[in-house]
């Protein structure tokens, strides 16, 4: 699997891995974040939000499903935490494609779980565990 690669050493690092991922913003607007539980999907979604100025509290809507925020420029973002999904049809109840054919900015964790409703041009952002506690970030785009 191709794509540009980010590492991070630290959670030092993280503010710098975001910067970097915001300059992938131009080419959509759908965030979907693969890791097993505790790599960091939530710690590098609160860096992006923080580096677009959300001034909220940051944090997982693991229950919620959804948060939403607000950056400096007054753009919407929709922070989902799919994990505690049991069916499709959930998703759709919850109002899944008003979020998505919103145009605002959308970051979801555990997307695995509703693959199939993924838009064609999500961009998948991969966070693997390194052997020595680093993460490497892949961002690929379809």
């Not at 710098?16 to 131009?26: N, Q, V, Y």
């Not at 860096?47 to 229950?63: A, K, M, Q, R, Y």
């Amino acid at each position: 699997m191709n794509g540009h690669i980010i590492k991070v050493r630290g959670l030092e690092d993280y503010p710098r891995a975001a910067k970097e991922l915001t300059g992938f913003l131009d080419k959509g607007n759908i965030f979907a974040f693969y890791g097993k539980m505790g790599s960091g999907k939530t710690t590098l979604i609160k860096s992006i939000c923080e580096e677009l100025g959300v001034e909220d509290t940051i944090n997982s809507p693991t229950f919620a499903i959804v948060n939403e925020y607000e950056d400096r420029s007054r753009r919407t973002i929709f922070h989902f935490d799919f994990y505690r999904i049991k069916s499709i049809a959930e998703v759709y109840n919850m109002g899944y494609e008003e979020y998505i054919y919103s145009n605002a900015l959308c970051f979801m964790e555990w997307p695995e779980l509703i693959e199939e409703l993924l838009p064609e041009d999500c961009i998948k952002v991969y966070i693997e565990e390194d052997i020595d506690g680093s993460r490497t970030i892949r961002i690929v785009e379809e």
